[in-house]
């Protein structure tokens, strides 16, 4: 089994601050591919705010970039997510995500907890 542990939510931060999200996956695996954070917003479904590949490309939604930077350790399977000059409609459940292999050839996706993120204005 693959889990994901995301560390540095839980926080209220005031608009304009910065925090760091982390998280670790761990388990059975082969290789990552994508790792990401996704995060749902009140009243909102979950959508995607940053992915970042095994070969490093990143993909950001429009309403994060230049404000947020993802970036990931290889050797320890762990994704980070940058977030600056946060805004209230930042606020949100943020969650870890990753697809790979394990086993050698068996695909997984997987899910972190969600943590939220409180950004007051």
């Known amino acids: 089994q693959v889990q994901l542990m995301p560390s540095g939510g839980g926080l209220v931060v005031q608009a304009g601050g910065s925090l760091r999200l982390s998280c670790l996956a761990s388990?059975?695996?082969?290789?990552?591919?994508?790792m990401g954070w996704y995060r749902q917003a009140p009243g909102q479904q979950r959508e995607s705010v940053a992915n970042?590949?095994?070969?490093?490309?990143?993909s950001y939604d429009d309403s994060v970039k230049g404000r947020f930077t993802i970036s990931r350790d290889h050797a320890d399977n762990t994704v980070s997510l940058q977030v600056n000059a946060l805004k209230p409609e930042d606020t949100g459940v943020y969650y870890c995500?990753?697809?790979?292999?394990?086993?050698?050839?068996?695909?997984?996706?997987?899910w972190g907890r969600g943590t939220q993120v409180t950004v007051s204005s």
């Open positions: 995500h990753a697809d790979g292999l394990m086993h050698g050839i068996s695909p997984f996706v997987s």
């Open positions: 388990g059975t695996i082969s290789s990552v591919n994508n």
């Open positions: 970042i590949s095994s070969s490093g490309i990143t």
